[in-house]
C-alpha cells in the first residue's frame, strides 16, 4: 500500500496522530500497517488527519474560522449599540440609527457569508470529499434568508400578519439550522485534530440549535394547522407565534457566542496544524 498522496514520502507516522476510530496515537507506526487497538488502517486516518492536510487549504479554513468568530460579537454589539442608543435618545434618532444599524447588519451579514465559504471549503485534493456534506448545506444558507426575508415584507406588506410571522420564525429557524450546520463541521475538524473535548462541545452546539429549531418549526407548523381548522379563533394562534418567535429569538444570541467560542478554539487548533503540515511539507521536500 503507497503512502496517501497529500503526505510526505514517510514510510512511517512522523508525529502524533489520533485514530479516528479509537484516538490510539499512531505514532511511529507503518502507514500501510492498521491501529494495534482497533484495526482501522493507519493510512485512512492520515487522509484525514488537519496535520497532513495541505497547508494552503488550512490557511483558507483558519481565516474563515477566525471570520466566523469575530461576526456573531458585530450582529450583537450592532443589536445591543442600537437598543441603547434608542433609549437615550428617547426614539428621536429611530430613523437614522435604522439606517446605520440596517447597514452594519449587511456588512456584518457579507463577512459572514465569507466566512462560511472559506471555513467550509474542501481541499482540492481530498479523496474523501463529499457533495453534501454539513459544510456544503451550509453554503445554502444565506440564499434561503434572502428568499425568507424577501418573503416576510412581501406579505407583511398584503396585510397577511400570520403568514409574515410565520416567515419570521422561518427565517430565525434558518439562522438556527445554519448555526448547528457549521457546529457540525467544526466537530468534524476537531475530530480530525484529535481534539475530542472540542469536538463535543461542537456536537452540543449542534444539538441545541437543531432541537431549538425543531420545535419553532413544530408549534408554527401547529399553528398554521389550527388556522385552517379554527379559522375563526384568532387569539390562539397570533399568542403561539409570539411565544415561538421570542423564544427562537433568545436562543440565537445564545447559540451564536458559544459557536463562536467554538471558532476561536477551532482556529487555534488550525494553527497548531498549520505549523506541523508545513514543517512536515519542508522535511518531505
Known amino acids: 500500500m503507497e503512502a496517501p498522496a497529500n503526505l510526505p514520502a514517510f514510510d512511517h507516522v512522523p508525529g502524533d496522530a489520533a485514530c479516528l476510530t479509537c484516538g490510539y496515537n ?5 502507514i500501510s500497517g492498521v491501529c494495534p487497538e482497533c484495526g482501522h488502517e493507519v493510512e485512512e486516518t492520515l ?4 496535520i497532513y492536510a495541505d497547508p494552503l487549504w488550512l490557511e483558507r479554513v483558519r481565516s474563515g474560522a477566525r471570520m466566523l ?30 439606517v446605520m444599524g440596517t447597514a452594519g447588519l449587511i456588512l456584518a451579514f457579507l463577512i459572514y457569508v465569507a466566512g462560511v465559504l472559506e471555513f467550509t471549503c474542501e481541499p482540492a485534493d481530498d479523496p474523501c470529499a463529499s457533495r453534501w456534506t454539513p459544510g456544503v448545506l451550509a ?18 406588506s398584503v396585510g397577511s400578519e400570520v403568514l409574515a410571522g410565520f416567515g419570521a420564525v422561518l427565517i430565525f429557524v434558518v439562522l438556527l439550522v445554519w448555526a448547528a450546520l457549521l457546529a457540525v463541521h467544526g466537530e468534524r ?3 480530525r485534530a484529535a ?10 452546539i449542534s444539538v441545541a440549535a437543531f432541537v431549538t429549531a425543531g420545535l419553532g418549526l413544530a408549534i408554527n407548523l401547529t399553528v398554521l394547522i389550527w388556522l385552517q381548522i379554527a ?33 476561536r478554539r477551532i482556529a487555534r487548533l488550525l494553527d497548531r496544524a498549520l505549523t506541523i503540515a508545513q514543517a512536515f511539507r519542508a522535511v518531505g521536500q
Open 189 to 191: 475538524l476537531a475530530r
Open 195 to 204: 481534539e475530542r473535548r472540542v469536538a463535543r462541545w461542537a456536537r452540543a
Open 139 to 156: 453554503r445554502f444558507c444565506p440564499l434561503a434568508l434572502v428568499i425568507l426575508v424577501a418573503a416576510a415584507f412581501a406579505l407583511g
Open 26 to 30: 499512531l505514532r511511529s507506526l507503518p
Open 47 to 50: 487522509r484525514n488527519a488537519l
Open 69 to 98: 468568530a469575530l461576526t456573531p460579537l458585530v450582529w450583537l454589539s450592532a443589536f445591543l449599540g442600537l437598543a441603547v442608543l434608542t433609549a437615550m435618545t428617547g426614539g428621536a434618532l429611530v430613523s437614522v440609527l435604522a
Open 231 to 263: 379559522p375563526g379563533v384568532q387569539t390562539f394562534p397570533p399568542a403561539w407565534l409570539g411565544i415561538t418567535l421570542s423564544m427562537d429569538v433568545l436562543a440565537l444570541p445564545c447559540i451564536l457566542v458559544f459557536l463562536c467560542g467554538l471558532m
